[in-house]
């Protein structure tokens, strides 16, 4: 059964259990599927997958798992043709669909399926002749819906099938591994909430109302205001890579509890190697990369800034021309910090590294810019306050 | 195991097969199903697509900030129940009058099978969805006030949207049937366009599109204009009956495509500039 492919996608980090795999053998023993590996992806992608960081995994899995790279196949084919041997479960045919299955009997059906099978085992680099692509498979996927409703974007013929879309793993920046028990960094960050009352005036305030009564000789007088919501705006830029891999863990943890927060009105996060040089990036694989120009346009001055790093590099690196070549090649790291700086009202630079130990390194110029604080609980608890301070510096 | 209809989407709505399945699995699982995506992919519209091909009328949840679980299943009418008491309207000492239910509550008390959109669930608080686990599963609930139970005589079609601002929570996730809608790419809009301007000169569709993706995906926009913004664009061209386009400075009416007055900035900084906006 599938259930190999269940303990692949756990083994992938897909949190599926028995619930999901439940409702997938309820949803293919109702023959959504169609009987076709087209449509056992697409279902067991709706059953399985609950987020859309998860699809990229799943589709590793499902290429890994159903390509046959390292599990029997063999197996695996039983299955699918098994699933395939029920016709009774196959949804109603059309006219056309009932024709071109005409043409092949089951048997024929089942050895093109098989041979098909093969030949994507042999050929792997190249799926565009899985199941169901083009509207020419017998297993009626792909193609135009016989209706005469559209199905879609892989009707097109050259990018249809499961085989490719799994391959393709365009979900890839949509992940995020890492889901700790991240509580207490919440707890601490809930902190940084700003509540006031904006709006329109949609809550009863029932001591207004009950004062407003009073005055009114028991008339009753009904007082509503504004609800309280959280006004916070907060802009994190993580250093990545070199000397800040061993705090990888610990930046990571800080990360998702702040991607979980709820209270934020906005959280924006970018990435940074060493120093912020005139751009910074979307992914911590330094993809789409956003100049810190546009950065600042974006982003208004009550916005917290949140700068997470050691702050440890060559002192050139910070004090020379030393950042990325391109419009502003010229700047010195420092000087985008106190750029930086100078934008926020509150900024604060949260530091891993057991920084008060270090003299006469590049961390001394920066805390100079930025007020530092230990990247621990109580660190940033400390560095909450300074962001909650208020007002300009 | 009974028989239902197969969602193919309808003629103003266009599907793809991923779409196609998760509907159909949350349609035979009886679980909701859960639609994420950038804003104008067409999530609430596909909830009125769903009611369409189904032929079930649809009611309507929009959640906001201040939204509570609650009020999606009943509320009780306190205050009107305090005033009708001091002027004697209405019949006081029966709490019923006075509770009004919900959308959910409606589709769960309604005789025919509903089909309930509950908008941008990511908009409440973070327990939101948690509040609701215990009566999206069982589809049944209790007025406390009157001790009396509702219950779905027939599960209604539940459609959640979430406009990927917040997590969700997990136990809520895995409840539901989950589909992410991707941003359409150019062929997939071509066919889109037809639908909503069937008959456009196929030389004036291209520019669009051509224009479209590269204001899109090539400048750097706070809010990037997304399919219904291109649909109410060409609306406008033909309205005023331009013959075609090209992305330059004067791109007519700008303004349906960019709503923010630093994307309008940014727009013509980027083309004045003469600069490689795509670095």
Not at chain 2, 96 to 123: C, T
Request: net charge negative; proline share 4%; with cysteine.
């Amino acid at each position: 059964m599938f259930v190999d492919f269940i303990y692949e996608l756990r083994r992938r980090k897909v949190p599926v259990g028995a619930q999901e795999a439940v409702a997938l053998a309820s949803a293919l023993s109702q023959g959504l599927h169609d009987a076709s590996l087209d449509g056992f992806y697409h279902v067991a992608r709706a059953v399985l997958v609950h987020d859309e960081k998860h699809l990229d995994a799943f589709d590793v899995a499902f290429a890994a798992h159903f390509r046959g790279v390292y599990l029997e196949s063999k197996a695996i084919a039983e299955d699918l043709l098994s699933w395939l041997r029920d016709p009774v479960r196959m949804r109603e045919l059309s006219d056309e669909e009932r024709e071109s299955l005409k043409a092949l009997d089951l048997e024929e059906v089942l050895e093109q399926f098989e041979q098909r099978l093969r030949e994507q085992k042999e050929r792997h680099d190249r799926g565009n002749r899985w199941i169901g692509t083009g509207g020419t498979s017998p297993f009626g996927t792909g193609g135009e819906n016989p209706n005469g409703i559209s199905v879609g974007g892989p009707g097109g013929g050259g990018k249809g099938g499961a085989m490719v879309e799994a391959d393709a793993r365009k979900y890839k920046p949509y992940r995020s591994d890492v889901l700790l028990d991240t509580r207490q960094i919440e707890v601490a960050l809930r902190k940084l909430r700003v509540f006031a009352h904006e709006g329109a005036e949609r809550e009863l305030d029932i001591d207004e109302t009950i004062d407003a009564t009073a005055r009114n000789a028991g008339e009753i007088e009904v007082v509503s205001r504004p609800p309280r919501r959280s006004n916070t705006r907060v802009l994190l830029l993580m250093d990545v890579g070199g000397s800040m891999d061993p705090y990888a863990y610990t930046v990571s943890q800080l990360f998702s509890a702040a991607k979980r927060a709820t209270h934020f009105k906005e959280l924006r996060t970018y990435y940074f190697h060493n120093c912020v040089y005139g751009r910074v990036w979307k992914t911590d694989a330094f993809l789409e990369q956003i100049r810190v120009e546009d950065l600042l346009a974006e982003c208004g001055p009550e916005t917290k800034l949140v700068l997470v790093g050691d702050a440890l590099m060559a002192p050139y690196e910070l004090l020379g021309a030393a950042g990325w070549s391109g419009d502003d090649g010229r700047t010195p790291g420092i000087e985008w910090l106190r750029r930086l700086r100078d934008h926020f009202h509150r900024a604060v630079w949260l530091n891993p590294e057991n920084w008060r130990g270090y003299r006469g390194t590049t961390i001394d110029p920066i805390r100079a810019v930025f007020p530092m604080f230990d990247l621990t609980l109580e660190g940033l608890g400390e560095a909450v306050t300074e962001l909650l301070r208020g007002g300009r510096r | 195991m009974s028989e239902f209809r197969r969602f193919r989407g309808t003629e103003r709505y266009l599907t793809n097969e991923a779409l196609e399945a998760a509907v159909n699995c949350s349609l035979a699982l009886g679980r909701p199903l859960l639609v994420r995506g950038e804003p104008g992919t067409g999530k609430t519209l596909l909830a009125e697509a769903v009611a369409e091909s189904l032929g079930s009328p649809l009611l309507t949840w929009h959640v906001k900030s201040t939204t509570r679980a609650q009020d999606g299943l009943y509320v009780y009418d306190t205050v009107q129940r305090l005033y009708d008491s001091r002027f004697g309207d209405g019949d006081v000492r029966d709490i019923r009058h006075y509770i009004k239910l919900g959308p959910l509550g409606q589709a769960f008390a309604s005789n025919e099978q509903r089909v309930l959109l509950i908008d941008e669930v990511d908009k409440a608080d973070l327990e939101f969805p948690n509040d609701l686990l215990h009566e999206l599963d069982r589809m049944r609930f209790r007025i406390v006030e009157t001790g009396e139970e509702v219950a779905a005589k027939i599960r209604p079609v539940v459609i959640i949207t979430s406009n990927n601002e917040k997590e969700l929570p997990d136990a809520f996730l895995r409840r539901c049937v989950f589909h992410f809608i991707d941003f359409p790419d150019a062929a997939f809009m071509r066919r889109v366009v037809e639908v909503h301007h069937p008959g456009l000169d196929r030389k004036l569709v291209d520019q669009v599109l051509d224009v479209f993706y590269k204001v899109r995906d090539g400048m750097r926009l706070r809010k990037r204009p997304s399919t219904s913004e291109l649909i109410d664009w060409i609306a406008v061209l033909k309205k005023a009956g331009l013959g075609s386009v090209e992305l330059d400075k004067n791109l007519p009416f700008l303004g349906t495509l960019l709503k923010k007055e630093q994307d309008l900035e940014a727009f013509a900084d980027q083309l004045a500039g003469g600069r490689k906006y795509r670095s």
